[in-house]
């Protein structure tokens, strides 16, 4: 094969995934930003001081810069704070809510216990 042939071949395969990705970025963003926007429309699946039982799916530092736990009820994420040290991710507790988020969209929680 012509080296000509090839470079012509590679060029419009690079406009294609190109033209691919912008359509896709146009068309509906990302999963998560779908998600943020479905739970802006959508009243929580939680209660301010009820107590609600999770499995923790991963740590963060939130907005505090201490480490929270962070895990979901229905879909609806809990940032959970004074989680002790010996609380992993995958491990299932239970939290009170204390606050939600501007939009509603997530609420902040408080440790009770282990599950």
Do not use: C
């Not at 395969?13 to 930003?33: D, E, N, P």
């Not at 429309?41 to 999770?54: A, K, M, N, Q």
């Not at 963060?60 to 002790?84: I, M, Y």
């Amino acid at each position: 094969m012509e080296p000509i042939w090839l470079a012509a071949g590679g060029a419009a395969l690079a406009v294609g995934l190109a033209l691919a990705f912008a359509i896709t970025r146009r068309s509906g963003g990302s999963a998560s930003k779908r998600a943020h926007e479905a739970a802006q429309e959508r009243d929580p699946p939680v209660e301010l001081g009820e107590t609600y039982e999770f499995g923790v799916t991963e740590f963060s530092d939130h907005h505090s810069g201490d480490r929270v736990a962070v895990g979901k009820v229905e879909g609806f994420v809990l940032f959970t704070e004074d989680v002790p040290s010996s609380v992993s991710a995958g491990d299932v507790i239970r939290a009170k809510v204390l606050s939600f988020n501007r939009d509603h969209t997530s609420a902040d929680a408080r440790f009770v216990e282990r599950a």
